[in-house]
């Protein structure tokens, strides 16, 4: 018998469709009764495996007629879930170890000044060409090598075409297509369907969460998703500087606000890393970020000035931090980072990031580096 499997969109008036690639509408979609979504408890997000009915000639769309599995679970396990709503947020306390033998400085630096752990909020600050995605493209390859267990979303809103197909190649390369889904909405699209995609992944990794799996959402890039949300929210009547509407903001301060560890046996962790963008010459843009600016616990800021003088990673050292990194690094890693910090305080941005780099580069992995500086004077 055939088998159905697909992402299930629940609309307004109660009934719902499976979904396919992209969490999108096709002609392959599969009907879901209210009836069915109300007695399972079905929500918006859930991957469901089940079988379809024969269609008639008069159906638009084949029927579900028995469902099978809920993301992987079974009906009573999936019944018994609770909802990501009723989760109790703690801070990260497991840390991401993003270092790896060819993953280049920007890891190491990351893993030890600003560490990322599962259910971490961070915010990636970069004006135009200053090596966001490269970054980002980094810090999946090491979350794909270092951590097996992890399910991760790469979200591409308003981006390049071949933006995606490398993306795409880059998790193809790595044969990781079973753990990392490219969800993408590129530039020649609608608002609406900029919109429509990034409120699915949402609800999508939510599911993931409630069943206890840790969730890493890598976005690129929160600026594009509110300007999105600009063009389609209804307006409030009043206006920002930049022509921002306020209202517009209110998804994806959701979206970013759904980060978060929680207490163990209640559910999984969601980490969420944000690229926003500065500096593009849109007062826009500007605003957008100022109102994002401290909502993460994690921020990364890049600084073109740096990567100007042909110096990559162009991470300013000095802004970029994370908030209770004490929960993520031992004693020694503690100790170590204060000591790094105290010499670069007084160093203009430039020099803060050459001698982070020139210390970083002497020392083959981040754990000599520790011993070394600790045993400096």
Do not use: C, W
Not at 160 to 165: D, G, L, N, S
Request: no cysteine; aromatic share 6%.
């Amino acid at each position: 018998m055939e088998k159905v499997k697909g992402i299930l969109e629940v609309l307004p008036d109660g009934f719902g469709f499976l979904r396919g690639d992209n969490y999108l509408s096709t002609e392959n979609d599969v009907y879901v009764s209210p009836s069915q979504i109300k007695s399972l408890r079905l929500r918006t997000g859930d991957v469901i495996e089940g079988e379809p009915k024969e269609k008639k000639e008069t159906e638009r769309y084949r029927g579900l007629m028995r469902v099978d599995l809920i993301n992987g679970h079974t009906v009573e396990e999936a019944f018994r879930r609770k909802s990501f709503e009723r989760l109790t947020p703690v801070f990260a306390n497991k840390k991401f170890n993003l270092e790896t033998p060819d993953g280049g400085l920007a890891m190491r630096i990351i893993d030890l000044l600003a560490p990322i752990g599962k259910g971490q909020r961070g915010l990636i600050v970069s004006s135009p060409k200053a090596g966001k995605t490269t970054l980002l493209k980094s810090v999946a390859n090491s979350i794909i090598k270092r951590t097996r267990t992890v399910k991760m979303i790469i979200l591409l809103i308003d981006e390049r075409p071949e933006e995606v197909t490398d993306f795409k190649d880059f998790i193809k390369e790595h044969k990781a297509q079973e753990r990392v889904d490219v969800i993408y909405s590129t530039f020649d699209e609608l608002p609406e369907h900029h919109t429509r995609v990034a409120e699915m992944v949402l609800e999508r990794v939510k599911r993931l969460v409630e069943h206890g799996e840790d969730v890493v959402v890598l976005l690129d890039s929160i600026t594009r998703l509110a300007r999105a949300y600009n063009l389609t929210s209804q307006t409030s009547g009043r206006t920002l500087s930049g022509g921002l509407d306020p209202a517009s903001l209110h998804f994806p301060k959701k979206f970013f606000g759904a980060a978060r560890n929680t207490r163990e046996k209640e559910g999984g962790s969601l980490t969420i890393l944000a690229t926003a963008l500065v500096d593009t010459g849109s007062k826009m843009d500007d605003v957008i970020y100022e109102e994002f600016k401290g909502t993460g616990n994690m921020e990364l800021v890049l600084n073109r000035n740096i990567s100007e003088r042909r110096i990559f990673p162009a991470i300013d050292i000095l802004k970029s931090g994370t908030r209770r990194d004490d929960l993520l690094l031992s004693k020694e890693e503690q100790e170590a980072v204060t000591k790094i910090r105290k010499s670069i305080n007084r160093l203009s941005t430039e020099e803060a990031t050459e001698s982070v780099l020139n210390l970083f580069s002497t020392y083959k992995t981040n754990e000599v580096l520790v011993q070394q500086v600790l045993a400096m004077k």
